[in-house]
């Protein structure tokens, strides 16, 4: 029994599972971080099997997302849709994956065929699961097929074992079913730390913004907790196939599992980073007490915390919400890494949280986060200034299965159509869903999780959503189109772009959509004045979508990157690029595999994946330049009501940076001849950064490039050929 | 909690300390493997030992780090994954780790330096024994 109001009993659960397949392997030690060999479970007709990891392999795809995309790409077709079955689930950890020594290097990399964008997506995700699936004897696996009856799929990494089984009484909402994993899977309470589990939750079965819940146990707390796969929809795919957890156990972990090739090299790098962190942080990040929630207030100063829907960049009550708030609410003073060895320690944890809401209301639990894309989501953008509406909306979110960004982005999104009263309360089942209104927005959530109302109907995502607004309510579609926070059917993450062209480059060109893991350009770009021309701009999205690539390939948190920096790297040449933890990565990647790659080689390793993911988008249906551009609201002010908020600044703009006089012009003259402008200056990047990547000026890959990178697989030529001799 | 104190004033930086150490703990005399470290300095010598202050305790992943009966932080070799968390972390940097051991090592106030000095600058000393805080607060 356990400490639930309604409790759960193991050996009940454990009883029912009926075991469907089962496959055994011969378990053998890694070689220089890599298994060389990926697993295949067919979930549809209960198949398992291994496939080899070839040279070739490692050599074009490094491995991580590398692999995902590659595995993905020959089990799927143009046709495939999210919901078909030959649609995969794919997660790797990458080739310096779960090395314990240096901060950051637990992560799993998560692909498939996404339910919100349709094309490929990948999120990452800590917790220990990609590890230990690694140190079980694999660089990857794919799940594939949808199964009849609800399963759970079984790794059992100490002995060699794979299982499949039919699972009618687990939980389905990540919390619970994460420890009902752990008091199934391991023998006492010290086995615990030897379980990981991956689920979904119910609300992932009625949004297309589900999120994949990766467990870790926290031995000091007692309790399993989780990290999210959020961005995708990945969530929503999981629990179409009918699978309740993929389960991991592994008992063995020493200091050296990846079987690195110069364990000497890592430590020494890695002794040094742990001190850097222990010296800089406070003054620095404080990555250690608050997590990415320290940026709640960076951003509203500098007028880029997305609030009401990313109409402003601040807001009087950002104080409410803001660090010192979370600071006091995190429990303080023990290890917080979502993966062994990792100081950085953002892993943020609200403990003995009574719930308030909904079906657990009563309940006490431990709450991972709120970071701060939850925070800012939550709390600015739906103008819910509120810590206990966050924190307890972050909970439901992720026990559910649920995206916190597109939850967050999608309710904003709704809230301003509900004031432009393109919805009302009889549109939404009686809800006043203003800015601001916390109780009704936790309402819409738990109506996702059982699949009612307008609750479900928000689950849509703004994508589909601006579609049904304009078909069901005669809504404006341009003016839906324009303030709609989406692109390529993803929501945004939490920051205000109008200020930086670059950004809105950042998100716009970003292959899966609008997620600020490819680039994250705006103090580079605004603040800083450092990247002041188109060819420059194109410089930095060229460089560091690749470098920020590269953490997927390896299993890596960009966190540790630069989230921390040495005392002196304002005096290197390029300090946006933290050059020397670039250089450590490059040690680190040659000390585990042996090989001898430097910066160039690790950007050309991206590159290679990249493109390949590009394509991949365009042998889906997408990857063009049309699928590029963003909603007027990330590049200037939609309305005037936004004009005039920010008057000074976008008169001063027209006057000294477009040369165009507003003197005596009205604020509608004023407000149009922005958007020319600014519009004008999107395309303008588009064409200077497909130029940089070696792209046609519709976003295509040529031919020439794709050569040059190695990628020219038959299949990748015959699309490109067709696609050029078409044009 | 008995804890390693060195006086300054009585330290000939001859390194017997080090060389009894090393010979104790890893069987060979080798300073690179003493858990204590005597340095020159300005004036003199300076000394770099472990003073059980705990705070490694509070990084360590895998609670490898506990205080045993008699207060004393010891590391168990068979519970740690080599992360050097605490390495990195130490106020004192007084947890050392080298190339040929995977895992890092401290002093545990064994005392056979004491024994060895010869000048007398080392002495085990009884101090108040250290309550970790308790920072989170448990509620179930």
């Known amino acids: ?727 | 909690m008995k804890v390693l104190v060195w006086d300054k004033e009585k330290c000939i930086g001859c390194g017997t300390c080090e060389r009894k150490c090393s010979q104790t703990w890893f069987k060979e005399e080798n300073r690179t493997k003493s858990r204590i470290k005597i340095s020159e300095a300005d004036n003199g010598f300076s000394c770099n030992v472990c003073n059980q202050c705990g705070e490694c305790i509070k990084v360590c992943p895998v609670e490898a780090l506990k205080r045993d009966s008699k207060g004393i932080v010891r590391l168990n070799e068979k519970t740690c994954v080599g992360c050097l968390s605490c390495v990195g972390f130490c106020p004192t940097q007084s947890i050392f780790q080298i190339v040929e051991i995977d895992i890092p090592f401290k002093c545990i106030s064994c005392g056979v330096c004491v024994k060895s000095c010869p000048s007398g600058a080392l002495s085990l000393e009884e101090i108040p024994e250290s309550l970790d805080k308790i920072f989170y607060r448990r509620h179930f």
Not at chain 1, 57 to 68: A, Y
Request: aromatic content about 12%; charged content about 25%; hydrophobic content about 35%.
């Open chain 1, 1 to 727: 029994m356990n400490k639930y109001q309604n409790p759960y009993n193991p050996e009940k659960i454990k009883q029912a599972h009926k075991l469907l397949t089962e496959f055994k392997y011969e378990l053998k030690p890694l070689e220089k971080g890599y298994a060389n060999r990926t697993l295949h479970v067919h979930v549809g007709n209960n198949t398992i099997k291994s496939k080899p990891v070839t040279q070739e392999m490692k050599d074009v795809f490094t491995g991580g997302k590398g692999f995902d995309l590659k595995l993905l790409w020959d089990a799927v077709n143009k046709n495939t849709k999210w919901d078909s079955p030959e649609n995969e689930i794919v997660i790797a950890a990458g080739a310096m994956g779960g090395i314990t020594q240096y901060p950051g290097t637990g992560k799993s990399i998560v692909c498939g065929i996404s339910p919100i964008t349709e094309a490929p997506v990948d999120s990452n995700v800590g917790g220990y699961f990609g590890p230990y699936l690694k140190f079980s004897g694999w660089d990857a696996i794919e799940i594939q097929g949808i199964a009849d009856k609800e399963v759970i799929v079984y790794i059992d990494g100490d002995n060699g074992i794979i299982q499949i089984f039919e699972a009618p009484e687990e939980a389905i909402d990540s919390h619970l079913i994460a420890e009902q994993m752990c008091d199934i899977f391991a023998s006492n309470e010290q086995e615990k730390k030897n379980i990981t589990t991956v689920s979904a939750g119910t609300a992932s079965e009625h949004s297309f913004y589900g999120c994949l819940n990766f467990s870790f146990y926290d031995r000091r707390r007692k309790v399993a907790r989780l990290k999210q796969a959020g961005r995708g929809g990945l969530g929503t795919l999981f629990r179409k196939k009918k699978i309740k957890a993929l389960v991991c156990k592994f008992s063995k972990l020493n200091v050296n599992n990846n079987n690195v090739a110069d364990l000497e090299a890592i430590k020494r790098i890695s002794a040094e980073y742990h001190r850097e962190l222990f010296e800089n942080d406070d003054s620095q990040c404080d990555m250690r007490h608050v997590g990415t929630a320290h940026l709640v207030e960076i951003m509203d100063d500098y007028d880029l915390l997305p609030t009401h829907n990313y109409k402003f960049g601040k807001h009087e009550k950002t104080g409410k919400i803001s660090s010192p708030v979370w600071r006091e609410m995190f429990t303080q003073g023990i290890p917080d890494g979502c993966w062994y060895g990792c100081t950085m320690q953002c892993a943020k944890c609200v403990d003995g949280y009574t719930l308030r809401t909904g079906p657990y209301k009563g309940d006490i639990v431990s709450i991972d986060g709120p970071e701060y894309e939850t925070a800012a989501a939550f709390g600015a953008n739906m103008g819910i200034f509120d810590p206990h509406f966050i924190v307890e909306a972050n909970f439901y979110c992720d026990t559910y299965g649920i995206d916190t960004i597109s939850f967050g982005t999608a309710m904003a999104f709704v809230m301003e159509c509900y004031e432009n009263g393109i919805l009302n309360k009889e549109r939404t089942g009686g809800h006043e869903l203003n800015f601001g209104c916390g109780e009704e927005a936790m309402e819409m959530l738990h109506q996702m999780a059982k699949g009612e109302d307008f609750g479900k109907t928000i689950g849509l995502g703004i994508h589909r959503l601006k579609k049904l607004f304009v078909k069901e309510f005669g809504a404006d579609p341009q003016f839906l189109q324009d303030i709609g926070m989406e692109c390529k059917g993803m929501e945004y993450s939490e920051y205000v772009t109008k200020e930086s062209l670059a950004m809105q480059g950042g998100y716009g060109l970003a292959l899966k959509g609008p997620q600020h893991d490819e680039a994250w350009l705006i103090f580079m770009d605004m603040v800083n004045n450092q990247i002041p021309t188109f060819a420059d701009k194109a410089e930095a999205l060229h460089y560091f979508p690749m470098f920020r690539t590269w953490f997927g390939l390896q299993g890596l948190c960009k966190l540790p990157w630069n989230d921390v920096e040495p005392p002196d790297n304002a005096e290197t040449d390029e300090p946006a690029k933290v050059p020397k933890h670039v250089q450590n990565y490059v040690d680190i990647f040659n000390a585990v595999t042996g090989k001898n790659i430097d910066k160039k080689e690790l950007i050309l390793q991206s590159e290679r994946v990249y493109n390949f993911q590009r394509i991949f988008n365009f042998r889906m249906g997408f990857g063009t330049r049309e699928y590029d551009q963003i909603p007027y609201r990330s590049a200037g002010p939609v309305t005037i009501e936004e004009y005039l908020s920010r008057e000074d600044r976008y008169d001063n703009q027209l006057r000294d940076k477009w040369n165009w006089d507003p003197t005596g012009k009205s604020v509608e003259e004023r407000h149009q001849k922005t958007r020319e402008f600014r519009e004008d200056a999107y395309q303008k990047l588009c064409d200077a950064v497909y130029t940089r990547r070696g792209w046609d000026n519709n976003g295509v890959p040529t031919i020439e490039k794709i050569k040059s990178l190695g990628i020219d697989f038959p299949e990748v030529i015959e699309i490109l050929e067709n696609y050029f001799q078409g044009k």
